[in-house]
C-alpha cells in the first residue's frame, strides 16, 4: 500500500514527551458507524471519525452501495457530518467490485452487511488484504444462506451472492475475533430469529455496545452475544472516542523516553481494548487510567503515562490476547527494555494481520541485538534493561502501519536515528502519528 521507494528516518525526539494530548478517532467504532448508519433508515449524525485510509474504504463501499455520506474535515482533523442510510430498500447493487484496499475490518463486515439483500458483490482487496484468511467469515454466512464465489475461497477476491431469506443461527466460532462475530450479527439483524455467536474467549464488544443504538434488540454476555431479526434499524447518533490502539504508541514512547510525563484525554476506556494497559502495569509501568464520560455505551476518560526505568516480563496468558491483540508488536519493543522474559501466549492470529507479525517481531528485535522467538503459537522476548540500540538500522514494515509505528518508537525514544521502509502505511490508522510525537516533546 506504500508509494514510498526509501526508508523513512526517524530521528529521535529532543526530549521527553511532556503534557496533554488526544488521539485520533477510533479505527473499529468508526468502522461500525459508517456501515451501520449506511444500513440504517434515516440520516445518522457521526462525530469524531478517524480520517484514515482504512475508514476511507468503509466510506467508498457503502457510497458505492447507494449511501450518501456527508462527512465533513473538521479542524482537529476528525470527520463529522451526515449518513443517510439505505434502510428498508436496501442497498443498490453496484456497477463493479469493491476494493476494501489494506482493510480487513471493511472486507469483513461488509460481508455481514450485504447478506441479506438480493445482490452480486466481489469483493477486492490490496495485496497485503489478498492473503488474509476470510473462510472465518463466509463459512458461518453460508450457514445462514449466504453463497460465496469460489465457494471454499480462503482468500479476496470472493464475489458474495446475498440471500433474502437468511437463516437465523447458534454459531461457536472457532476463534475470538471481533470481526467475525460482528459479520453474523449483521447479517442476523435480518434473519428471522435469535442469531447468537459464542466465542472462545472476549474479543471486543463495540458491536453489541453500537446496535441498540441503532434500534437492534442485542444481549451480550462474556463470550456470547444476540440479536435479535429481522429488525428495520433507524438512524443514530455517535461520538466516536479517541483510539486506545494508537494511544498505545505514545503510552509505551512516554514509558521509554527518560523524563516524560503524558496524559491521553478522550481515549476509549473499553476493558476489550485497554489489555496493553493492565499487561504494562503488571511490568511495573507508570500507567494510570481515569474514566470522565460515555459515548452511547462507551466508556471513555484519560490515559497517563510516565517514564518508568525499570519493567520487568510478565506473562500474557491467551485467553487476554484479544484485548490487547493489535498492540503486541509494540508491546513486544516494550519488553524488549524490560527485565527477564516476557511471554505472550496463543498469538498465533498475529500471522494472518496485515503482515506476518510474529515472524516481523522477532526479526526486528534481533536487529537490536534482543532474543525474542516461538514456540508453537507462543512468543517469547528476553529483555535487556540495559539495550544500546546500534547506529545505522533500518527496520522493514512490511508494509504495516503497526509495524511501522512500532519500529519508529526506537528511533523516537533512543539516541540514534533508525530508518523505517514504507513509513507512509501508518496513514491506515494513525496519518498524523509523527506530528503527534513531536508535538508533545516540544
Ligand atoms: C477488529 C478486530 C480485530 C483487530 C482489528 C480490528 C475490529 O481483528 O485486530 O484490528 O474492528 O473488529 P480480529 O477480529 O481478526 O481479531
Given at each position: 500500500?506504500?508509494?514510498?521507494?526509501?526508508?523513512?528516518?526517524?530521528?529521535?525526539?529532543?526530549?521527553?514527551?511532556?503534557?496533554?494530548?488526544?488521539?485520533p478517532g477510533?479505527?473499529?467504532?468508526s468502522?461500525?458507524?459508517?456501515?451501520?448508519?449506511?444500513?440504517?433508515?434515516?440520516?445518522?449524525?457521526l462525530l469524531g471519525v478517524l480520517d484514515s485510509s482504512?475508514v476511507r474504504?468503509?466510506i467508498?463501499?457503502?457510497?458505492?452501495?447507494?449511501?450518501?455520506v456527508s462527512l465533513e474535515k473538521q479542524t482537529d482533523g476528525s470527520l463529522a457530518g451526515g449518513?443517510?442510510?439505505?434502510?428498508?430498500?436496501?442497498?443498490?447493487?453496484?456497477?463493479?467490485?469493491?476494493?476494501?484496499?489494506?482493510?480487513?475490518?471493511?472486507?469483513?463486515?461488509?460481508?455481514?452487511?450485504?447478506?441479506?439483500?438480493?445482490?452480486?458483490?466481489?469483493?477486492?482487496?490490496?495485496?497485503?488484504?489478498?492473503?488474509?484468511?476470510?473462510?472465518?467469515?463466509?463459512?458461518?454466512?453460508?450457514?445462514?444462506?449466504?453463497?460465496?464465489?469460489?465457494?471454499?475461497?480462503?482468500?479476496?477476491?470472493?464475489?458474495?451472492?446475498?440471500?433474502?431469506?437468511?437463516?437465523?443461527?447458534?454459531?461457536?466460532?472457532?476463534?475470538?475475533?471481533?470481526?467475525?462475530?460482528?459479520?453474523?450479527?449483521?447479517?442476523?439483524?435480518?434473519?428471522?430469529?435469535?442469531?447468537?455467536?459464542?466465542?472462545?474467549?472476549?474479543?471486543?464488544?463495540?458491536?453489541?455496545?453500537?446496535?441498540?443504538?441503532?434500534?437492534?434488540?442485542?444481549?451480550?454476555?462474556?463470550?456470547?452475544?444476540?440479536?435479535?431479526?429481522?429488525?428495520?434499524?433507524?438512524?443514530?447518533?455517535?461520538?466516536?472516542?479517541?483510539?486506545?490502539?494508537?494511544?498505545?504508541?505514545?503510552?509505551?514512547?512516554?514509558?521509554?523516553?527518560?523524563?516524560?510525563?503524558?496524559?491521553?484525554?478522550?481515549?476509549?476506556?473499553?476493558?476489550?481494548?485497554?489489555?496493553?494497559?493492565?499487561?504494562?502495569?503488571?511490568?511495573?509501568?507508570?500507567?494510570?487510567?481515569?474514566?470522565?464520560?460515555?459515548?452511547?455505551?462507551?466508556?471513555?476518560?484519560?490515559?497517563?503515562?510516565?517514564?518508568?526505568?525499570?519493567?520487568?516480563?510478565?506473562?500474557?496468558?491467551?485467553?487476554?490476547?484479544?484485548?490487547?491483540?493489535?498492540?503486541?508488536?509494540?508491546?513486544?519493543?516494550?519488553?524488549?527494555?524490560?527485565?527477564?522474559?516476557?511471554?505472550?501466549?496463543?498469538?498465533?492470529?498475529?500471522?494472518?494481520?496485515?503482515?506476518?507479525?510474529?515472524?516481523?517481531?522477532?526479526?526486528?528485535?534481533?536487529?537490536?541485538?534482543?532474543?525474542?522467538?516461538?514456540?508453537?503459537?507462543?512468543?517469547?522476548?528476553?529483555?535487556?534493561?540495559?539495550?544500546?540500540?546500534?547506529?545505522?538500522?533500518?527496520?522493514?514494515?512490511?508494509?504495516?502501519?503497526?509495524?511501522?509505528?512500532?519500529?519508529?518508537?526506537?528511533?523516537?525514544?533512543?539516541?540514534?536515528?533508525?530508518?523505517?521502509?514504507?513509513?507512509?502505511?501508518?496513514?491506515?490508522?494513525?496519518p498524523d502519528?509523527?506530528?503527534?510525537?513531536?508535538?508533545?516533546?516540544?
Amino acid at each position: 500500500m506504500s508509494n514510498e521507494s526509501e526508508p523513512r528516518i526517524i530521528d529521535p525526539l529532543p526530549g521527553p514527551l511532556d503534557g496533554s494530548c488526544v488521539v485520533p478517532g477510533d479505527k473499529s467504532i468508526s468502522h461500525r458507524a459508517i456501515l451501520f448508519s449506511a444500513m440504517a433508515e434515516g440520516t445518522s449524525r457521526l462525530l469524531g471519525v478517524l480520517d484514515s485510509s482504512d475508514v476511507r474504504a468503509s466510506i467508498k463501499a457503502v457510497q458505492k452501495l447507494g449511501a450518501k455520506v456527508s462527512l465533513e474535515k473538521q479542524t482537529d482533523g476528525s470527520l463529522a457530518g451526515g449518513i443517510e442510510g439505505w434502510g428498508a430498500a436496501g442497498p443498490k447493487q453496484p456497477d463493479g467490485p469493491i476494493y476494501c484496499a489494506n482493510s480487513g475490518t471493511t472486507a469483513r463486515l461488509l460481508m455481514g452487511v450485504l447478506a441479506p439483500w438480493d445482490i452480486t458483490v466481489r469483493i477486492e482487496g490490496d495485496e497485503s488484504l489478498s492473503k488474509r484468511p476470510m473462510r472465518r467469515i463466509t463459512a458461518p454466512l453460508m450457514k445462514m444462506g449466504v453463497e460465496f464465489d469460489p465457494a471454499g475461497a480462503e482468500t479476496l477476491p470472493i464475489t458474495e451472492h446475498g440471500c433474502k431469506r437468511l437463516r437465523a443461527i447458534k454459531y461457536d466460532s472457532p476463534m475470538a475475533s471481533a470481526q467475525l462475530k460482528t459479520a453474523v450479527l449483521l447479517a442476523g439483524v435480518y434473519a428471522d430469529g435469535v442469531t447468537e455467536l459464542n466465542e472462545p474467549s472476549v474479543s471486543r464488544n463495540h458491536t453489541e455496545l453500537m446496535l441498540p443504538e441503532y434500534g437492534v434488540e442485542t444481549t451480550a454476555g462474556e463470550r456470547t452475544a444476540r440479536v435479535l431479526g429481522p429488525t428495520q434499524m433507524h438512524s443514530a447518533e455517535i461520538r466516536v472516542p479517541g483510539d486506545p490502539s494508537s494511544a498505545a504508541y505514545i503510552v509505551c514512547a512516554a514509558l521509554l523516553k527518560p523524563g516524560s510525563a503524558v496524559q491521553i484525554e478522550n481515549v476509549s476506556l473499553n476493558t476489550a481494548r485497554t489489555g496493553f494497559l493492565m499487561t504494562l502495569e503488571r511490568m511495573g509501568a507508570d500507567v494510570t487510567t481515569r474514566r470522565t464520560g460515555s459515548s452511547g455505551k462507551e466508556p471513555f476518560g484519560i490515559i497517563g503515562a510516565c517514564y518508568t526505568p525499570r519493567l520487568h516480563g510478565c506473562e500474557i496468558p491467551g485467553y487476554k490476547i484479544a484485548s490487547l491483540v493489535d498492540e503486541v508488536p509494540v508491546l513486544s519493543l516494550v519488553a524488549a527494555h524490560a527485565q527477564g522474559l516476557t511471554v505472550f501466549r496463543n498469538v498465533e492470529e498475529l500471522r494472518a494481520k496485515e503482515s506476518d507479525r510474529l515472524d516481523a517481531i522477532v526479526k526486528g528485535l534481533a536487529q537490536l541485538g534482543v532474543d525474542a522467538w516461538t514456540e508453537g503459537d507462543d512468543l517469547f522476548i528476553e529483555g535487556q534493561p540495559d539495550l544500546q540500540v546500534p547506529e545505522g538500522l533500518v527496520f522493514d514494515s512490511r508494509g504495516d502501519h503497526r509495524l511501522a509505528m512500532t519500529w519508529s518508537l526506537v528511533g523516537l525514544t533512543g539516541r540514534v536515528p533508525v530508518g523505517v521502509t514504507s513509513f507512509d502505511s501508518v496513514d491506515v490508522s494513525y496519518p498524523d502519528f509523527l506530528r503527534d510525537m513531536k508535538e508533545l516533546a516540544r
